[in-house]
């Protein structure tokens, strides 16, 4: 039987960022705007069955915290297309709301 797991790795957050094939950039960019929104302390918790993809969610949003973050930004080995790619999508939802 093969395994359709895909691990976490920085490589495959990455890979699939770029990938977007199943369309959640756009989700990920609003709970990104979201996070810019709030001043307090708060927490937020994600619900769904194992395997729905929430660690790959997560690492996804904190790649793109990580990209927008200009002091960040040298800690992390993100290809410069992946950088350009984050904040247009970062820029595009902070337009909008």
């Known amino acids: 039987m093969k395994k359709l797991d895909l691990q976490a790795a920085q490589e495959n957050v990455i890979r699939t960022f770029e990938q977007d094939a199943i369309k959640r950039n756009v989700d990920i960019s609003y709970l990104f705007a979201l996070l810019n929104t709030i001043d307090d302390s708060c927490s937020i918790a994600l619900n769904g069955p194992w395997g729905s993809g929430k660690t790959f969610f997560v690492k996804h949003t904190k790649l793109m915290?990580?990209?927008?973050?200009?002091?960040?930004?040298?800690?992390?080995?993100?290809?410069?297309?992946?950088k350009t790619l984050v904040k247009t999508k970062v820029s595009d939802r902070t337009q909008s709301v």
């Open 65 to 82: 915290l990580d990209c927008y973050n200009e002091y960040a930004i040298n800690s992390i080995d993100v290809p410069d297309s992946v």
